[in-house]
């Protein structure tokens, strides 16, 4: 199922999309049990000004508090009616380069798919592949306007949802001391010798596939084994020097 119908326009290029996810999740989900009863936990959705009575989803609405208990109530008609054709689609508003953006800046991703003009979204695709561009466009998604990239990838197109500048919460500062030119060096040798190709194929869910393993096991009622990893607890080295030698040693 489409996560988003819409266009993406350049220009006075307009190419009619689908935004589809790109992620799976692979969390393994676990429900909340009464432990005597062993009965699901359920959550009711309840109206605090008539006792707490459940209330069924029909029956909510969207409301914006303007004064303490002064509620205006907003319909999805409503949010539709101040949206412009602007809001609705995917105007590119300018070209930047991929390596100007702060990964901070990146929400989810989604892969683009037209659902017509496949010409022009092919020149569009090639063109940003072949000159490394990403497209900076804003669209409103939901009920929320959201700053979005448009990029091209091993022949694909996808679509990254970002954080606007305002929303990115400034790092504490912290204070540099002197640093050893010796220490830095190493750590610098240190870098190097640990730099590979990435390659995310290599990296697994080590932890739910253990999780797997445990539920299997309480299933057919054993205990779970106490896992043991003899190297999860580095050596205490008091001495900077030390630490970076030993590791650099332990790297090569």
């Known amino acids: 199922m489409a996560y988003y119908k819409g266009a993406i326009s350049f220009g006075l290029v307009y190419i009619p999309i689908t935004l589809n996810a790109s992620i799976k999740e692979n969390d393994i989900g676990f429900n909340m049990i009464e432990k005597h009863t062993m009965s ?43 949206k412009t054709e602007k809001d609705k689609n995917i105007t590119i508003l300018q070209f930047v380069n991929l390596g100007e953006i702060d990964p901070i800046y990146f929400d989810r991703a989604y892969y ?79 870098i190097d010798q640990m730099t590979q190709p990435f390659k995310p194929e290599l990296f697994k869910d080590e932890y739910n596939e253990k999780l797997k393993k445990a539920i299997k096991r309480k299933i057919a009622g054993h205990e779970i084994i106490e896992e043991k990893d003899d190297n999860s607890q580095p050596t205490k080295i008091i001495s900077l020097m030390d630490a970076l030698q030993k590791s650099l040693k332990q790297a090569k």
Do not use: H, W
């Open 40 to 82: 699901r936990v359920k959550y009711k959705k309840t109206c605090v000004d008539c006792d707490n009575k459940e209330v069924k989803n029909e029956d909510i609405v969207k409301g914006y508090q303007y004064e303490k208990g002064k509620y205006v109530i907003f319909t999805d008609k409503d949010f539709e009616k101040i």
């Open 112 to 190: 683009v798919t037209p659902t017509g003009g496949e010409k022009a979204f092919n020149v569009l695709l090639q063109a940003m592949e072949k000159k490394n561009k990403a497209g900076l466009a804003k669209t409103v998604l939901g009920t929320k306007e959201t700053l979005v990239l448009v990029r091209a990838r091993d022949g694909k197109m996808l679509l990254n949802t970002m954080y606007f500048y305002d929303e990115i919460q400034k790092a504490k500062s912290v204070e540099m001391g002197k640093i050893d030119k010796k220490e830095l060096d190493l750590a610098i040798s240190l």
